[in-house]
């Protein structure tokens, strides 16, 4: 299945823009955030036009509208990864999706001297929350090290586990910075084996946008989901949970719309999901959520994974070919995501991100949110270029012109 | 964004020949270590003070080529001056960062060519991160010490 890239880009009206004089611009920035396509800009657009309203509990045609697009929103998101809806808890972003967990489930189930796993390849956003919970409650955390070409050493992993006191698993599905597509099923399978009981949660923030994602056959507890790099509005995210364990937590955001009854001194809570959506909720994003989502479904998420496996793999052999440029992460773009990090040799990140930028070029330059992983690499910053259903060949022409003519320019 | 704004062939010539560049400094009475998370900036500065002027001054360190020179640059424009007089200069560099029209254009020699990349914001922290660290240097001095670390805010960055 190939995707008709052309007819996409005229999906998304920024891709048309020149942002320098007769320079195209050439978006390789999605793995921070996605653009955004039309039909997500004009459900936001109608409902803030036609039927802006509060959410529940209203008895008028345009509150019954707005809790439509809310809590369609949530089924859509449900059906788009296959799960529960009464599983998917909205929130702002995948990180507030995690400090969720890291609150209310870690804060709340876990001893001194329990042990959580985690892996070198974390965003910040699935590392900080823990390792700050760990401090304050004496857990120890350990970190499953990787393999030259970036990958999870499991081997290691096994020896992390073996004495049974792994109680909580925190991974990434798909790596912000080596792109690496992590064996999920491998992982939980090695933890449970040495722990039935223990607890996983998977960052998904970068795998939902690329690639068919189940659920259900993942097998997990939580699964964090961010709406803005999957061609979905800023502002929302959700986490994806057991409708179980979700049962077994405390909120720890409470106000209006999470309460079933409250008197001046007690107060029960809403069913779950509702228990953990303190206050009015972000309708319009859930509504642009909703687009995006009939958006892939539409072109279809093997489609997606087969265009951005094929072209990150012409881009993965051409940046390989370059003079001095080395590209972090496995090699075989079967075992990775579109996040491409390279280094030139002898020329900052900072300063080839700039060369880039002259010649519309968008790339992230800089640590990625991902410090221990830059220490691991053994260097202060990285340059990414991140590839999307909209990327294609003719974008990477531009990229590698804007290398080359970077280490000539700032070669010493 | 222009090139050729940000940089400049004399901002060039500091990355790619630097000046007192050094690891060591014979009888140094300071050394400050400054960094730049967001970047990936190191920089180590050591100075030596002679009748309270700024009597040899080096840098060393890792960092994108606006860092790199404006270290080149301002150990240049600071040798040889009072502390007080270094430190004032330290001060009109810093504005001229963020805007202002250096009222002491001819006394920063080479540095004046840094004054494009105040419209570059990101870049900013780039081209302090020399002056912040012999201003540091110097006050560490003054008060008596002999060393200092000192983390620029990060701010984070995205994903």
Known sequence: ?412 | MSMDDLYQEIILDHYRKPKNRAPALQDEDVHVHHSNPLCGDEMDLRIRVADDKVDGLVFDGEGCSISQASASAMTQAVIGRDLKDALDLAEDFRRMMHGDEPARPDDLLDGIAFQGVAKFPVRVKCALLGWMAVRDAIETYQSGANAHTVTHDDDGGAA
């Not at chain 1, 609150?103 to 910040?124: A, F, I, N």
């Not at chain 1, 390792?131 to 096994?158: C, F, I, N, S, W």
């Open chain 1, 1 to 412: 299945m190939t995707l008709d890239v052309q007819t996409i880009r005229k999906d998304f009206p920024v891709l048309s823009r020149e942002v320098h004089p007769d320079t195209r611009l050439v978006y390789l920035d999605s793995a921070a955030s996605s653009q955004t396509p039309l039909p997500v800009l004009e459900a936001m657009d109608h409902y803030y036009r036609w039927s802006r309203s509060n959410v529940h509990r209203g008895v008028y045609r345009l509150a019954e509208e707005a809790t439509d697009l809310y809590e369609g929103g949530r089924t859509k998101l449900a059906a788009f990864v296959d799960a529960d809806p009464r599983g998917v808890v909205f929130t702002k972003n995948a990180t507030e999706a995690i400090n969720l967990v890291a609150y209310s489930w870690v804060r709340r189930h876990h001893k001194p001297g329990d042990v959580l796993l985690s892996t070198l390849m974390e965003h910040h956003a699935n590392h900080v929350p823990f390792l700050y919970a760990a401090k304050d409650l004496g857990l120890e955390v350990r970190h499953v090290p990787l393999t030259e070409d970036g990958r999870l050493d499991l081997d290691a992993a096994r020896d992390l586990v073996a004495d049974g006191r792994v109680k909580f698993l925190a991974m990434v599905h798909v790596s912000n910075v080596l792109g690496t597509r992590n064996d999920v099923a491998a992982m939980t399978a090695l933890v449970r084996d040495a722990n039935p009981e223990a607890v996983v949660l998977v960052d998904g923030t970068q795998a939902v946008p690329q690639m068919p994602v189940s659920f259900r056959d993942l097998d997990v507890d939580f699964y964090a989901v961010t709406g803005h790099k999957m061609c979905g509005p800023t502002g929302i995210g959700a986490l994806v949970a057991k409708p179980e364990r979700l049962e077994e937590m405390d909120p720890f955001l409470t106000g209006g719309e999470m309460i079933r009854d409250v008197s001046i001194e007690s107060v029960t809570w809403n069913d779950v999901p509702a228990k953990f959506e303190a206050g009015t909720p972000m309708i319009a994003e859930a509504a642009g959520l909703a687009a995006a989502v009939d958006y892939l479904t539409g072109i279809g998420m093997q489609a997606v994974r087969e265009h951005e496996t094929a072209l990150t793999q012409t881009f993965i052999d051409r940046l390989s070919q370059v003079e001095g440029v080395t590209v972090h992460g496995p090699r075989d773009a079967e075992l990775r995501g579109g996040a491409i990090s390279f280094a030139i040799d002898g020329v900052h990140p900072h300063d080839v991100g700039a060369m880039l930028d002259s010649k519309g070029v968008c790339v992230r330059v800089g640590h990625h949110c991902a410090k221990p992983l830059m220490k691991h690499l053994g260097v202060v910053a990285t340059a990414r270029a991140s590839l999307y259903l909209y990327n294609d060949v003719d974008d990477l022409d531009p990229l590698v012109e804007g290398i080359v003519a970077a280490r000539s320019f700032f070669r010493r």
